[in-house]
């Protein structure tokens, strides 16, 4: 039998019952479509996430504070992290770390920053904020801007003068409708002269840039939080294609800086933009894998059903089995023609799935970009080459045994049974 024979012939068989054809196919179409719509979805979040890290700029690495390694046999990141989570703060990184970074040639600028909370108030208006100190040149390098207004000086950092600029929610939440420059609003017991006013940006990753009071970062240091240290600072590259040299040129300064013979034992970490790639490409591969395992249940449980409508339809047509096989039919005929529908039956519903599929990955990316999230909407090729491969992979894994079953009776087992 050719395999338009097959395939006509499996289609005649499958019409005979659309409603349980349509139930079979529908559990493949979930599963296919889970396939597509999570494929869509890591790649729609690495969009969003890649947006979210350029934002800060392309040309750039980062420093931050670590807490180095003190085990044998732990992974310093591993116990990093740990430690951070149980409160250990690094208080080794200062500004003169950034002021001898500055000094390699491929280093054009940096700015460093602190976080701090404090309440906020102006007139009647009691805030809880969030305190961003940081450098000047952070308006220089970042991809913030000022709406109106201005951002403050190097001056004003060095003298600790007591300015600051309001993120957009903040001036809203202080002063409504009204112009808030020149105004002082009070911070930890001080006032604080309001000189600009930030351009609505909105969360990047967990940070909601709209919600900060942004204070030079000596100012806050000495003034309101009474340390030396900072948290971490980014440096903008002249030849970023230098990245990875420059990176460890910094590492060199830091581990002088800071008395550290052993890297291993480094209280800092240096990240280029590269690393930070490659990070996101991890975490996004690790989540997808994991949502396809979940997605893989739907699809056993829509194969088990295919293997039960198998059998039920071998049982439905033992006759023609017997009479099939009493005029010539052979072991690999009747196996081919059962396995056949198997296999379309799961090739239709995944055709539907990745239709299905793509329509609802669609929509999650319109719906999104509604809520102005930088949400693409990529089906990678490897989606369809899945979603195809599942299909029939379990049209022949649960067709199989129902199809070999049928192919075995013998023609007058078959007839007499009828």
Not at 202 to 210: C, E, L, N, Y
Not at 215 to 228: D, E, F, S
Request: a negative charge; glycine letters at 8%.
């Amino acid at each position: 039998m050719s395999i338009i024979e097959l395939i006509k012939t499996s289609l005649i068989s499958l019409r005979g019952n659309l409603l349980r054809t349509g139930l079979t196919v529908l559990g493949i179409v979930i599963g296919i479509s889970s396939i597509i719509i999570v494929f869509s979805a890591g790649e729609g979040i690495k969009s969003l996430i890649l947006a979210q890290i350029e934002s800060f700029g392309t040309n750039i690495i980062q420093t931050e504070t670590k807490v180095p390694s003190t085990k044998k046999g732990v992974a310093a990141d591993t116990e990093s992290g740990a430690a951070m989570a149980q409160g250990v703060q690094v208080t080794t990184l200062t500004l003169e770390d950034m002021e001898d970074i500055n000094k390699i040639p491929n280093v054009k600028r940096s700015y460093a920053n602190i976080l701090s909370q404090d309440q906020a108030n102006y007139g009647n208006e009691f805030r809880k904020v969030f305190l961003l100190g940081t450098s000047p040149s952070y308006i220089d390098i970042d991809k913030s801007e000022v709406d109106y207004g201005r951002f403050f000086t190097e001056a004003e950092d060095n003298s600790l003068a007591q300015v600051v600029v309001l993120g957009s929610k903040i001036k809203d939440k202080l002063f409504g409708d009204s112009d808030p420059i020149g105004k002082s609003i009070r911070l930890h017991s001080s006032k604080f002269v309001v000189v600009g006013v930030m351009k609505p940006r909105g969360a990047v990753m967990i940070m909601d840039f709209d919600d900060y009071v942004y204070v030079p970062v000596q100012t806050l240091q000495k003034k309101v939080m009474g340390i030396n240290h900072i948290l971490y600072m980014v440096h903008e590259l002249d030849d970023v294609s230098l990245a990875d040299d420059t990176a460890e040129e910094v590492k060199y300064i830091l581990r002088t800086n800071h008395d550290i013979s052993d890297p291993a034992k480094d209280d800092f970490r240096v990240t280029t933009m590269e690393e930070m790639m490659s990070m996101l490409d991890t975490i996004t591969g690790a989540l997808t894998l994991l949502l396809l395992a979940i997605v893989a249940v739907s699809l056993i449980v829509g194969g088990v059903g295919i293997m039960n409508i198998m059998y039920v339809i071998v049982s439905e047509r033992i006759s023609e089995i017997g009479l099939r096989k009493a005029v010539g039919a052979k072991y690999k005929d009747i196996m081919l023609q059962f396995l056949a529908e198997s296999i379309l039956v799961t090739l239709i519903g995944g055709a539907v799935g990745i239709i299905l599929g793509v329509i609802i990955s669609l929509g999650i990316s319109f719906g999104a970009k509604n809520f102005g999230l930088d949400w693409d909407f990529i089906v990678p090729f490897q989606a369809y080459l899945v979603a195809l491969g599942f299909s029939v992979v379990f049209g022949v894994f649960f067709g199989i045994y129902p199809a070999r079953k049928a192919a075995k009776m013998s023609p007058m087992e078959a007839l007499r049974s009828e």
